[in-house]
């Protein structure tokens, strides 16, 4: 019988519990050794079913599940791996992660700025040369050139409809894909309003410029393999600053004062010419 000091594992009941001395005593005691010095079956139990509820749980936390309007981008310690789709699929955790993407889900990116174009009714030549980030008519005429006249600034409000078609690819293939998206949208839309005469911008061409700005952006995103699939361009309003509002109103009246008079005079000279 061990003595009064001591529990039936050989411990001193006064101190700490030596892990390690029992640990010995389980692995090096016989098969139902129950008498003294041994270790008890219960206690023996336990220590086998502490790593196997571990390996379960570790086991079970490797499933998930795609539903079917996304896919699943697999990482191994943060290299690309595979892509899954719709299901349930298994990883080994802590190794490998999953980013679950929608790929069906439209999301939409708004942008508004103000920027320069082709004063109405003005017949000049383009620059290829800008301020940056701005597209400017070159209006640097010489003095010969009667038509040229100054450039006008308009306020555009587009949204981009889009989709991430391509998760790999825009999980990976740029820093910022959304940022890399708004500057695709701006250079688009500078592009093709500076080389339009405000008056389309603001009304008779607008169409046009939809599908202008629509085509460049998607041109863009590809060139980059950013995963982005722009699905619509709709351009929501174009406008003259408030400032410059009243001055742009009275040259529409005054544009289409002289169209009504040249309309009268092309009629007057039909009709002396029939005399």
Do not use: C
């Not at 349930?88 to 993407?101: E, G, L, N, Q, Y």
């Not at 008779?204 to 410029?209: K, S, V, Y």
């Not at 009275?250 to 544009?255: G, M, S, T």
């Amino acid at each position: 019988m061990p003595g009064n000091n001591q529990d039936p594992w050989g411990r001193k009941q006064d101190g700490p519990p030596d892990l390690i001395a029992l640990l010995k005593r389980v692995f090096n005691s016989p098969k139902g050794g129950g008498s003294s010095g041994g270790t008890d079956p219960k206690q023996l139990k336990l220590l086998w079913i502490i790593p196997v509820i571990f390996i379960v749980l570790w086991f079970l936390v490797g499933f998930y599940i795609v539903n079917p309007q996304e896919q699943a981008v697999v990482t191994r310690f943060g290299k690309y791996t595979y892509t899954t789709g719709p299901g349930m699929h298994w990883i080994p955790p802590i190794m490998d992660s999953r980013t679950v993407v929608n790929v069906q889900n439209t999301r939409i990116l708004r942008y508004d700025a103000s920027m320069l174009t082709i004063d109405t009714d003005v017949d000049t030549k383009l620059s290829s040369k800008s301020l940056p980030g701005v597209a400017i008519a070159d209006t640097s005429a010489s003095s010969d050139d009667e038509g040229a006249k100054d450039i006008s600034i308009v306020e555009a409000y587009i949204t981009v409809n889009y989709r991430i078609s391509n998760p790999r690819n825009f999980m990976f293939n740029t820093a910022d894909p959304i940022e890399t998206l708004n500057q695709a949208t701006s250079s688009a839309l500078r592009q093709e309003v500076g080389h339009m005469e405000l008056e389309s911008v603001l009304s008779n061409q607008r169409e046009l410029l939809r599908q202008k700005v629509a085509k460049q952006i998607r041109k863009i995103m590809s060139a980059y393999s950013t995963g982005i699939d722009v699905v619509d361009v709709t351009i929501q309003k174009t406008e003259t600053p408030e400032e410059v509002r009243p001055a742009f109103l009275d040259v529409i009246k005054a544009q289409g004062e002289k169209n009504a008079y040249i309309n009268l005079a092309n009629a007057y000279a039909a009709k002396q010419y029939q005399l």
